[in-house]
């Protein structure tokens, strides 16, 4: 098999130039102590080149509000002033405060409120949009949609962004309308488009574990985590696991692939470790000593065959005891 990564120099180029330059973050917002955690690693990953950020609050549609007789004027007014009678407002109002605490938005920042009607819902969604002097975008929504993984998936799609950041919270954590519970969390890491991390006991400091194969699909995934490690200084270490001593070889060479084409784009790999055992089971307690474990996304199957498929990325988001990113 050839080992050389399938790019060029020049697409490495315009990969990392775009990556520096234009990146976008959206964060869900539920009030729970695990989405707090969330949104200061976003802050992380955003201020070192001041990159867009977008804090979403999604609500059920139409949840009691239309016997409530709120008004659209209600809803601005309530968003403009922070006001914290709307579901969700509360929780936007508390993520604002965080980032002017950090320095990130001041009382002179430009603001902009946009609203866009939604069919069967009173208030539809609202969203205020604040301009930096670097001409970054900071916006806060309050989003409504038919569940809270419709909406989230939704606005991922709509927005592009390069990482969408959800938490995953026990119950006890949180009990408001956009509380997003583990079931929910684990079904938009596994439906995005793009990639996303699912917070769980973050802690900003132990690095990415990029858990390869030796596939394209996984060596993409490990540089794509890179450049976001990158943003953030966060060390990144290869891990690749072999059932058996028959897949030993290709678990090296998935190493050996992922740590050339993390290199390309000129970020360090910091470590390297190859182990033979239950996938799942390796990378949940190898898991334990990062900040996020890091795995490619599962591959897709269609019809029937999807009942059938339980891979190991679904399996290391339910058991991990930490933050799992899966990366596209």
Known sequence: MNDTPEFEPDDVTGIVESKLNNFSILV??????????????AIRLGTGTDADLTLLYVRPIDQGLRTAGLQFSVARENLINWGIDLPGMKDLKNARDQLVELGLLSDGTQEEFRHTDVV?????????????????????KLMVAPSIVHGVL?????????ITIIARADSHDGTGLGFIDP????DIALEHGGTVLVAHELEESHGHLVCVKDNQASIDAARRDALIASRCACPIYLYSVASDETELESAKRAVARAKAAIESVGVMVS????EIGDPTDKIVEEGK??????????????GWRRLFVVSVANMVLSKAHNSVMIAR
């Open 154 to 162: 939704d606005e991922s799609d709509i927005g592009n962004y390069d």
């Open 28 to 41: 869900c917002v539920d009030g729970s102590t695990e989405a707090n955690r969330a949104l200061k690693y």
């Open 271 to 274: 470590g390297e470790k190859v």
């Open 120 to 140: 069967g819902d009173p208030l539809g969604d609202n969203m205020i949009v604040y301009s930096t002097d670097s001409g970054r975008t900071i916006t806060l």
């Open 289 to 302: 000593n990062y900040s996020v474990i890091v795995l490619a996304a599962p591959t897709k199957k269609k």
């Open 183 to 186: 079931s929910m969390a684990e």
